[in-house]
Nanobody, 124 residues
Framework: HVQLVESGGSSVQAGGSLRLSCAAS????????MGWFRQAPGKEREGVAA???????RYADSMKGRFTISREQAKRTLYLQMDGLTPDDSAMYYC???????????????????WGRGTQVTVS
């Protein structure tokens, strides 16, 4: 099993920045792809960004240029740097881990089978 714990969510003003973190533990070797997803009230969960063990990344179109996903393999930590935040970015942000196919299927979440509990981001 893989455990994922997000942190870093907060309330910020429009135009501000936040850095989310996700600490992974357990048997992570089999889940080499990691990603960020978000869900706003009344909306479906959507993909934000994903990264595989080799560092290849994919982003949802609306996040390109504003968000940056990265990972520290040694610390088993995933990050999401978010800049130029707008109220539309307000949501619960979830960390997810999946097989290598996760990156291929992204922004679909079908390739991800382990999820954190989320961290709230509010932009006003």
């Amino acid at each position: 099993h893989v455990q994922l714990v997000e942190s870093g969510g907060s309330s910020v003003q429009a135009g501000g920045s936040l850095r989310l973190s996700c600490a992974a533990s357990g048997y992570t070797r089999s889940r080499s792809c990691m990603g960020w997803f978000r869900q706003a009230p009344g909306k479906e969960r959507e993909g934000v960004a994903a990264i595989n063990s080799g560092g290849t990344t994919r982003y949802a179109d609306s996040m390109k240029g504003r968000f940056t996903i990265s990972r520290e393999q040694a610390k088993r930590t995933l990050y999401l740097q978010m800049d130029g935040l707008t109220p539309d970015d307000s949501a619960m942000y979830y960390c997810a881990a999946g097989s290598p196919f996760g990156l291929v299927q992204f922004p679909s979440e079908g390739g991800f089978d382990y999820w954190g509990r989320g961290t709230q981001v509010t932009v006003s």
